[in-house]
């Protein structure tokens, strides 16, 4: 939910207007969060058929920019996100030191650094996905 259905079901249900600072904030006042869940099932949708892979990598990467404007830029759900999209992303490209392939590296393992820790199981299915050994 947004901030503004937050604030009134926290009104409606516990009588008190929320202080944290994602509220405050007022940074996804804006923010449809049924497009979220919608670009979700599609790419959940398309990635089943390997022919869709370079549909289902483009909504993941619009999904990305949706979920950092909710989460900011570390969040466990983001980091999930975007190695979705990565192995995805090795999946349909013949080059792995192609710039856009290694921004996403780069922001998807810090991200795992950040929100899961070196060792947490997503960060072996990171390497192996990138082509690096699981130890």
């Not at 009134?8 to 994602?22: A, D, P």
């Not at 949706?66 to 999930?80: A, C, K, M, R, S």
């Amino acid at each position: 939910m947004n901030r503004n259905e937050r604030q009134t079901k926290l009104y409606e249900q516990y009588y008190f207007k929320c202080q944290c600072l994602k509220c405050l904030n007022h940074s996804d006042n804006n923010i449809d969060y049924s497009v979220v869940k919608n670009l979700d099932q599609q790419m959940d949708e398309t990635i089943t058929n390997e022919n869709e892979w370079h549909k289902s990598y483009s909504i993941g990467m619009q999904s990305i920019a949706l979920y950092n404007q909710i989460y900011g830029d570390f969040h466990p759900d983001l980091t999930v996100q975007l190695m979705r999209v990565l192995k995805l992303k090795v999946l349909i490209t013949d080059k792995l030191d192609d710039r856009e392939v290694i921004q996403l590296i780069k922001r998807t393992e810090n991200c795992i650094k950040i929100t899961h820790g070196f060792d947490h199981n997503l960060y072996k299915i990171f390497r192996e996905a990138i082509g690096l050994s699981a130890h």
